[in-house]
């Protein structure tokens, strides 16, 4: 059964930064591109970028230059480096397939930017 776990989250204040882990089960990520994705409260889930298979990455307008994606294939895991954070940056962050599958949406991390 394929499981993606994500951690990382946090409370954080303007301008601060965290970084978000993806472990998933299996060998789910390791010929697949990946995303991340985020759902504020109200709005609809969006994707922040996606990496491919081999590296290449592209990313949302409004985190282009603030955040990047990681893969490390060998530990099944995907990481999201998200830096100089504000609070539209608020909203729950998954990570899934790019692009996603339904039954791959994990809990999600919460990330709240706020001072």
């Known amino acids: 059964q394929v499981q993606l776990v994500e951690s990382g989250g946090g409370l954080v204040q303007p301008g601060g930064s965290l970084r978000l882990s993806c472990a998933a089960s299996?060998?789910?990520?390791?010929?697949?591109?990946m995303g991340w994705y985020r759902q504020a409260p109200g709005k609809q889930r969006e994707r922040v970028g996606f990496?491919?298979?081999?590296?290449?990455?592209d990313y949302a307008d409004t985190v282009k230059g603030r955040f990047t994606i990681s893969r490390d294939n060998a530990k099944n895991s995907v990481y999201l480096q998200m830096n100089s954070l504000n609070p539209e940056d608020t909203a729950v962050y998954y990570c899934n397939r790019a692009p996603p599958i339904n039954g791959y949406w994990g809990q999600g991390t919460q990330v709240t930017v706020s001072s």
């Open positions: 990496i491919s298979i081999n590296g290449v990455t």
């Open positions: 299996g060998s789910i990520i390791r010929p697949l591109a």
